[in-house]
């Protein structure tokens, strides 16, 4: 398994302001994903972070929103850009961990993100 | 485009019961099948993950079956307890690159004691 860790937990900001999130996996790993979870709903996919190159963002997301660094194979930050109370919701960070005959996802414990 | 259900959205049962939550996904195509849990205000658990090619996975109290062909997912609880209450969420990787996962809205099941 992988142990993720993500920072802040939770934070209360300012509209039109910017938090950057930050990501840490225990091993390296080739894939790592931002999802959000808005209040009352699962989890929807904003991007996949590549290591070395700009981020794949899922339709409906932008980098100029949201933009991903992934300086290495254990790090990853998200920042979500110019706020406004919408963007309150969960964020999380997940790494796919390769095994010897599956791949399996794994997930930090959330940056909970309040914008007032 | 990959939709996932689960049904059903809630669910509430005594203690000690056993029981089913259910996942259904519309493009059969997919690399992989995860249940996770999710407490309040916390990240996800994975609890069993089954490949494309297999039909179940078990893990102590928990059994997850995957029926490929009809889309479709169970996750049973045996002998349920209250520290199970949580909310379940079925997730489905489809095609074998780097796809993340598309998730169902979860299952918000209380066990009461």
């Known amino acids: 398994s992988a142990v993720i860790s993500q920072k802040p937990s939770r934070d209360i900001c300012q509209r039109g302001t910017s938090l950057t999130i930050q990501c840490q996996v225990d091993?390296?790993?080739?894939?790592m994903f931002w999802y959000r979870q808005q209040p009352g709903q699962s989890l929807t996919l904003i991007a996949t972070?590549?290591?070395?190159?700009?981020?794949?963002?899922e339709s409906g997301f932008v980098i100029d929103k949201f933009p991903i660094s992934r300086p290495n194979l254990t790090f990853s930050t998200l920042t979500v850009s110019n706020m406004s109370p919408e963007d309150s919701s969960i964020y999380l960070c997940?790494?796919?961990?390769?095994?010897?005959?599956?791949?399996?996802?794994?997930f930090g414990q959330g940056t909970r993100l309040t914008v007032v | 485009k990959q939709e996932v259900t689960q049904i059903p959205a809630a669910l509430s049962v005594p203690e000690g019961e056993n029981l089913v939550l259910n996942c259904s996904f519309t493009?059969?195509?997919?690399?992989?099948l995860q249940w996770f849990r999710q407490d309040p205000g916390k990240g996800l658990t994975s609890l069993l993950l089954?490949?494309?090619?297999?039909r179940e996975q078990t893990s102590g109290r928990l059994n997850a079956s995957l029926d490929k062909s009809s889309g479709r997912s169970t996750l049973y609880i045996a002998a349920s307890q209250p520290g199970d209450s949580a909310t379940y969420l079925c997730?489905?990787?489809?095609?074998?690159?780097?796809?993340?996962?598309?998730f169902g809205k979860g299952t918000h099941l209380i066990i009461q004691p």
């Open positions: 972070a590549n290591q070395g190159s700009e981020a794949t963002y």
């Open positions: 493009d059969s195509a997919i690399y992989n």
């Open positions: 089954i490949q494309s090619s297999q």
């Open positions: 997940s790494a796919m961990l390769q095994g010897w005959q599956n791949t399996e996802a794994f």
């Open positions: 997730a489905v990787r489809s095609g074998g690159g780097a796809d993340g996962l598309t």
């Open positions: 091993s390296q790993v080739t894939m």
